[in-house]
């Protein structure tokens, strides 16, 4: 594929993906049905969510495990249209876990994120640092 193909189908998606975020924007969420999951079914969501992009997966973390608001979590991770992407990733999710037009409830999101932060962070301690930091003279 040449590039110039490559650049244009960037753009394809980027357009599409903007349009989904414009409507999940306006979406009633009211008017949404919402299913709570089986143990089984949260630690199924908990992988899928394991597999999301970094960006993604952040946002959810946030979101359900730390309570942060839409925009404290805008600054934090310097983008835009939190709650468009929230909404998004909950439709996909709920659609990855076949629901059909219900919606994954809050409980089962919070429990959900839980396990894959936890998955997600279980190695942090054991990461090598690979190589020592140079500190300047002028620190001393």
Request: aromatic letters at 10%; one cysteine or more.
């Amino acid at each position: 594929m040449s590039q110039i193909s490559k650049d244009v189908m960037k753009h394809v998606c980027e357009l599409s993906l903007r349009a989904e975020l414009e409507k999940m924007y306006r979406l009633n969420v009211n008017s949404i049905m919402y299913q709570p999951l089986s143990d089984e079914k949260v630690n199924q969501l908990a992988r899928k969510i394991g597999l999301l992009p970094l960006e993604y997966r952040n946002i959810l973390f946030f979101c359900y495990c730390f309570n942060s608001t839409s925009s404290e979590i805008e600054k934090v991770l310097k983008i835009e249209n939190v709650i468009s992407k929230i909404r998004y990733i909950q439709k996909m999710l709920s659609s990855f876990m076949g629901l059909g037009d219900s919606w994954i409830d809050e409980n089962s999101m919070k429990r959900a994120c839980n396990i894959a932060l936890i998955e997600d962070i279980k190695d942090y301690d054991n990461i090598k640092v690979l190589h020592e930091p140079n500190y300047s003279k002028s620190f001393w």
